[in-house]
């Protein structure tokens, strides 16, 4: 009967080479009537008993059905392909209606009416897609993308559009999915890094409780404040506040100083009380035994990140000025003194990892009892102690490359709580994201929030993360445009609440079926995985 079948296919085809729509709806009927005849014969053998031939007929009916099917999944794309739309969505229906158990079909309508701005008409295709579980590995004519990536794809960006909160929520939800998923196809995750954008929120609609006030410091004359520090000394809160004397200028990039001079740091310690009130300031000199700069168009200590260690106030910071090319390199000081005239940087050293000579940038300083670490990158997570040799070095579940450092880490339920930025260019600006992430015991990324701005979307830059002295807060401090110093509160318990696992997180079909595991099985409704 095979032979036969074949035999019948081929003369067919030469017969109507010249006669596409024919030859497509002849080879659907012949492929229709043999499967009908071949289930047919399928419940005889099953009743007569014969399971070697019931099983081998069974198998070449679906086979039969599965040519059938994608016959006509094909033809509705020449239709589309030839602009027949009313042919293509026709087709492309017959096709799910005779395999309703596969979703390319409902791919294909979700991204036809996606792209002529039928958002509202998409969703509908892609969610019902979405309800549909990737066929088994033998299928015939299995589109893998479509399962994988291709429905999320199409959901995340016509839900962007949706009415629904709900379901525009999910669509964030599969876009922030796909942007930090490995799996798939780096064009698909880039995009989806992209889209990001127009889901992302400010953070008080994501933290209700979070509340920012200016810093208030004044800073020299010709010089802006930006990317304060907050930490914890004790119960008292400290500060630095980092001056500089260029400032943003609309397309992203930096002005020039009065005069082509250096682009100089000043750095400010800075007491503030449990209200967030400036108490004192004090400049925080540079080492006494700082050599003379061999890069001179960048000076002094950048991003100065505050952390108490063995008791003691210290900062880590970039600094440029030690190589006559401008290396960025990360240098741990000692903030030494107690009153105005005697705060200033000592007992400072270089830290240079082995390993060829790159730029180093915004290393994250964790304090766990006497030791001092730095998360130096996110992806892979590369922990380094403090002179700057390899600790650990894990990858995490989701593709956080793109992380770079923000804050401190801080203890947070069994490991270690921190804000990281994001950085996307568009028409020649920069715009910022910010997420929390938390690193367990092992110093391996567990859990991601999804992303967020602090007031606008721009340049905005989180440096430091802190305890507030009642215990039930968090202290954040930021700045914006590179010319305006935040500080601002949260609730712990809304950022517990924000935190997702990153092996399990939430995407469009996480109500459906489960969260969609990144490294490949499902965690079901009851929890188990499989």
Not at 3 to 18: A, G, H, M, Y
Not at 357 to 373: F, I, S, T, Y
Not at 432 to 446: A, M
Not at 456 to 485: C, F, K, Q
Request: hydrophobic share 40%; with cysteine.
């Amino acid at each position: 009967m095979i032979l036969d079948f074949e035999q019948r296919k081929l003369v067919l085809e030469n017969r109507f080479n010249e006669h596409g729509q024919q030859l497509h709806e002849l080879r659907n009927s012949l492929c229709g009537s043999l499967a009908e005849a071949a289930t047919c014969r399928v419940n005889e053998l099953f009743r007569q008993g014969d399971l070697e031939q019931f099983h081998e007929l069974e198998n070449f009916a679906m086979r039969v059905k599965d040519e059938a099917w994608n016959a006509r999944l094909q033809e509705a794309r020449g239709l589309s392909a030839v602009g027949d739309e009313g042919g293509f969505v026709c087709q492309a229906l017959a096709a799910f209606n005779m395999q309703p158990q596969r979703a390319e079909p409902l791919y294909d309508l979700a991204k036809f009416y996606r792209e002529k701005g039928m958002n509202d008409v998409s969703v509908l295709f892609s969610e019902a897609g979405l309800t549909i579980e990737r066929p088994e590995r033998d299928a015939q004519f299995l589109e893998d993308f479509v399962y994988t990536a291709g429905l999320q794809e199409e959901y995340s960006i016509a839900a962007n559009y949706a009415r629904d909160p709900a379901r525009k929520d999910r669509g964030f939800a599969a876009c922030n999915w796909l942007a930090l998923n490995r799996a798939i196809p780096d064009g698909t995750r880039q995009l989806a890094r992209w889209n990001l954008f127009f889901y992302v929120h400010p953070a008080g609609a994501m933290l209700p409780s979070f509340a920012a006030r200016q810093v208030g410091f004044d800073p020299p004359e010709g010089y802006y404040p930006l990317n304060p520090s907050v930490t914890r000394l004790g119960q008292r809160i400290v500060v630095m506040q980092r001056t500089m004397n260029c400032e943003l200028i609309q397309d992203g990039h930096r002005s020039q100083t009065l005069g082509d001079a250096p682009v100089h740091t000043r750095n400010f310690l800075l007491r503030l009380n449990d209200d967030l009130d400036i108490q004192s300031a004090a400049e925080i000199l540079p080492p006494s035994d700082m050599p003379e700069p061999a890069f001179k168009l960048v000076l002094g200590f950048e991003d100065l990140r505050l952390f108490s260690w063995r008791g003691e106030l210290w900062g880590s910071a970039c600094l440029r000025e030690l190589t006559a090319h401008g290396w960025c390199e990360q240098v741990l000081a000692r903030i030494g003194g107690n009153g105005p005239a005697d705060c200033r940087l000592t007992d400072w050293r270089v830290l240079r990892p082995e390993g060829p000579r790159v730029h180093e940038k915004n290393w994250m300083p964790k304090v766990a009892g006497d030791r001092l670490q730095f998360v130096r990158l996110c992806d892979p997570t590369r922990v380094v102690d403090d002179r700057g040799s390899m600790i650990t070095e894990t990858t995490p579940v989701i593709a956080s490359e793109h992380f770079r450092g923000g804050s401190q880490l801080i203890a947070w339920g069994g490991g270690w709580l921190a804000l990281i930025h994001e950085v996307q260019e568009r028409d020649r600006l920069r715009f910022y994201q910010h997420r929390f992430v938390w690193f367990d015991e092992t110093n391996s990324l567990r859990k991601v929030s999804r992303p967020f701005f602090f007031h606008r979307m721009g340049v905005e830059y989180a440096t430091g993360l802190a305890w507030h002295p009642n215990g039930d807060r968090l202290l954040i401090s930021y700045g914006v445009a590179d010319s305006e110093a935040w500080i601002a509160t949260v609730s712990a318990g809304e950022v517990r609440g924000v935190l997702e696992d990153a092996e399990y997180l939430p995407s469009a079909i996480a109500r459906a079926r489960g969260a969609v595991n990144l490294s490949g099985s499902e965690r079901r409704s009851d929890g188990t995985v499989v």
